[in-house]
């Protein structure tokens, strides 16, 4: 009896958990953000410092101490201008994102180039990225 109990019991849960599976209870949301539309035109202190204050300023920001690369990217004017250890590139050159030295890290499938770093615990979404 206990063994029929215990069988019906196992059929009951794993029906439930079918059902749980097609009703996409293990299913992540949609993120919205992620297939949001670009804007036409991206405004450095709107779309961009945003991203760049949650993901890069510990190590590109305000405080001289921890920044990195002698790259600070909190001031729209340092973004632009060129890299201080790096002569002829910039961190960010308008309307050609395949010449700014940020997206070739952004997109580099190398770890050693990649930013933000894989030991940071932080990394850019889709959106974020285009």
């Given at each position: 009896m206990k063994q029929?109990?215990?069988?019906i019991g196992i059929l009951v849960g794993l029906i439930g958990l079918l059902y749980a599976f097609k009703s996409g209870a293990f299913s992540s949301p949609k993120d919205a953000y992620v297939d949001m539309k670009l804007p036409d035109q991206v405004d450095?202190?709107?779309h961009i410092k945003p991203i760049l204050s949650d993901n890069c300023?510990?190590?590109?920001g305000p405080d001289a101490n921890k920044r990195k690369a002698g790259l600070r990217l909190d001031l729209a004017k340092n973004a632009y201008s060129e890299l201080p250890e790096s002569p002829g590139e910039f961190p960010i050159v308008v309307g050609k994102p395949n010449k700014s030295a940020i997206y070739e890290h952004i997109i580099s499938e190398n770890p050693d180039d990649l930013m933000p770093p894989p030991d940071s615990k932080l990394a850019l979404n889709s959106y974020e990225k285009n």
């Open positions: 029929k109990i215990g069988i450095y202190n709107f300023y510990t190590c590109h």
